[in-house]
């Protein structure tokens, strides 16, 4: 795990160390010194820790004016030993709607796991940001069917639409107006893009 590197061809548009708004901010990251384990395999130094020891992130993307922000995840994601979502919820999401983010797009292909608990913060996270949406692209099959056992994707959109999705081909505009139309037309069957 340790040579899976967050995705990096965006940050000529964004660093999130960088952005003021950012729970990120002023952060740094060693280039060499692997700090940071999932259980026994070490992941790449320019993963963020956001308080779990079990699941890492990198904000890829943030646009305040458009609001949204794009999330990328490796390792496992523990609700039932870690209460990861807890740490999402509470150290990263809370901030960036405070910042007037209401829309996310996280990216799921490094996620290797995912365990259960309960569905609270995914609710609270729903609850608070209004007209707003959560999409998870490209979470393996299984991690997906464990989301929807749990009732989970009642909260974080999942489908064939967003697996397998090539979104490193598009800039994160690009990436997010896709996501938005689709969006648009399943919370609104009478959307008319034109």
């Known amino acids: 795990m340790h040579d899976i590197e967050p995705f990096y061809s965006w940050r000529n548009v964004y660093i999130a160390s960088e952005d003021k708004r ?3 901010y ?3 990251n060693s280039e060499f010194e692997f700090t940071h384990a ?3 395999y070490v992941i790449h130094p320019q993963w963020d820790e956001i308080g779990s020891s079990t699941l890492f992130i990198k904000l890829l993307y943030a646009d305040y004016e458009s609001g949204y922000a794009i999330i990328e995840l490796i390792g496992e994601w523990n609700d039932c030993l870690h209460n990861d979502i807890m740490f999402l919820k509470r150290n990263i999401i809370e901030p960036l709607i405070d910042e007037g983010i209401t829309k996310y797009v996280l990216i799921g292909e490094n996620v290797l796991n995912f365990h259960y608990s309960d569905d609270c913060y995914y609710q609270e996270w729903f609850d608070d940001i209004d007209d707003g949406w959560i ?3 490209n979470f393996r099959d299984f991690i997906i069917r464990e989301f929807e056992q749990a009732n989970i994707d009642y909260y974080i959109a999942f489908g064939k ?3 397998d ?3 490193r081909k598009l800039a994160p505009n690009q990436l997010f107006a896709l996501i938005d139309q689709y969006m648009m037309r399943r919370l609104n069957p009478h959307y008319d893009q034109s």
């Open 22 to 24: 950012s729970p990120f």
């Open 26 to 28: 002023g952060r740094i």
């Open 38 to 40: 999932v259980y026994n």
């Open 135 to 137: 999409v998870g692209i």
């Open 161 to 163: 639409h967003f697996n």
């Open 165 to 167: 999705f090539n979104w």
